[in-house]
């Protein structure tokens, strides 16, 4: 599977974004999905999980409320709406695919490039 990023940017505090990531390659609906972010200096970490029929997702507690995955299996894509934004969201964002079909422990097989998502206070 091939991931592909994009959606980030600047964006100020209390701010809103929609991330998108494409995938191509195998079967796209075999594969839970993820999206995962690293703050400088910091290790990369966990933010949400969608199953592969989009029924069932998983939030760090961090994020709880404010952002939103969803997947649409049609177009081979995943989201992730980004609202309330914090310059604690400042990062670089990456989709994750997941063989397994796990969203409760991510163990990634896939990941896209990474996008980055700034946010300015």
């Known amino acids: 599977v091939q991931l592909q990023a994009s959606g980030g940017g600047l964006v100020q505090a209390g701010g809103s974004l929609r991330l998108s990531c494409s995938a191509s390659g195998r079967t796209f609906s075999a594969y839970s999905m993820g999206w995962f972010r690293q703050a400088p200096g910091k290790e990369r970490e966990f933010v949400a999980a969608i199953s592969r029929t989009a029924g069932l997702t998983n939030y760090a507690d961090s994020v709880k409320g404010r952002l939103t995955i969803s997947r649409d299996n049609a177009k081979n894509a995943v989201y992730l709406r980004m609202n309330s934004l914090s310059p604690e969201d400042t990062a670089l964002y990456y989709c994750?695919?997941?063989?397994?079909?796990?969203?409760?422990?991510?163990?990634?097989?896939?990941w896209g490039q990474g996008t980055l998502v700034t946010v300015s206070s």
């Open positions: 994750a695919a997941d063989g397994s079909g796990s969203i409760a422990n991510m163990r990634p097989n896939y």
